[in-house]
């Protein structure tokens, strides 16, 4: 039994845990609101266009975990300025933000010639995670959570029925850049656990899981919290013993669980 303990004896195999649980519970809670909304672009959307701020931050010596966190920020408020007052839709302004965001990185790396090493930001680096980077994780989980259960019913009435929400008096336009910008904060720290190609799935993955477990808007954030802490301790495990990559085995973890309850539904409820 001593090769399952021998992980646990390494701590950053502590630090990637924590970590990675603590952008699954970010992740899993906003990926609720995601799915409900039908807005399965916007992890990928916002992921890619952290690219122009990854540069920018590389160039002038700054954090580029604060870099990518600006750049996400700036994708959200232009998403939510396009697509307010339901003129342009919101599916429409995540495409068309993403890519100039995107195309606006690839110039700044043609221009610079810089080549350094995106490898790990493409794929994450959980198991690399420092001590700053689990101080910024907690605030950003503690940001997360909080906003969520302060405007709680106003976020529920909007993703279920956004136009008794307006006649009742709530600023769908205000709550559509709140979820926005919680999830810009999300998923920037969720690339340094699984990478900037895969932190979509993190955000989609658990919360599509636990919509096949229930209807209730809170168990399915529990759920999808739960789903998200499994595949991730489960995946960094994998990492660890079969020497793959750490980002891409928490995914496929959580593509794994779902795909196995998509199945036990199908066999034992026939009207599923």
Not at 148 to 154: G, I, P, R
Not at 200 to 208: E, G, K, M, V, W
């Amino acid at each position: 039994m001593d090769w399952l303990i021998e992980p646990f004896t390494f701590s950053f195999i502590w630090y990637a845990i924590l970590s990675s649980s603590l952008v699954g519970i970010s992740c899993g809670v906003l990926g609720v609101y995601v799915v409900q909304r039908r807005m399965a672009f916007i992890g990928e959307a916002l992921s890619h266009t952290t690219l122009p701020g990854l540069v920018i931050a590389h160039l002038y010596g700054w954090s580029l975990t604060f870099g990518g966190m600006i750049a996400a920020l700036l994708t959200a408020l232009l998403i939510g300025f396009v697509s307010r007052k339901q003129k342009i839709k919101e599916d429409t302004a995540i495409g068309v933000i993403f890519t100039g965001m995107f195309a606006l990185g690839i110039i700044l790396m043609s221009r610079t010639k810089s080549y350094r090493d995106l490898t790990h930001i493409l794929f994450g680096n959980v198991l690399g995670v420092s001590e700053n980077d689990i101080y910024l994780i907690i605030l950003v989980t503690f940001i997360v959570l909080s906003a969520l259960f302060l405007f709680h019913k106003e976020l529920e009435l909007a993703s279920f029925d956004p136009t008794h929400g307006e006649v009742i008096g709530i600023k769908s336009d205000n709550l559509r850049f709140l979820l926005l910008g919680l999830l810009a904060l999300a998923v920037v720290t969720g690339i340094q656990a699984v990478g900037v190609i895969l932190t979509n799935a993190l955000l989609i993955t658990p919360a599509a899981t636990a919509c096949l477990l229930t209807d209730s808007l809170i168990k399915r954030m529990f759920f999808s919290s739960i789903i998200a802490i499994s595949a991730s301790i489960s995946g960094i495990m994998l990492s660890y013993f079969f020497h793959v990559s750490s980002g891409a085995a928490i995914v496929l973890s959580c593509t794994f669980l779902f795909g196995l309850i998509h199945l036990s539904k199908s066999y034992f409820n026939k009207d599923y």
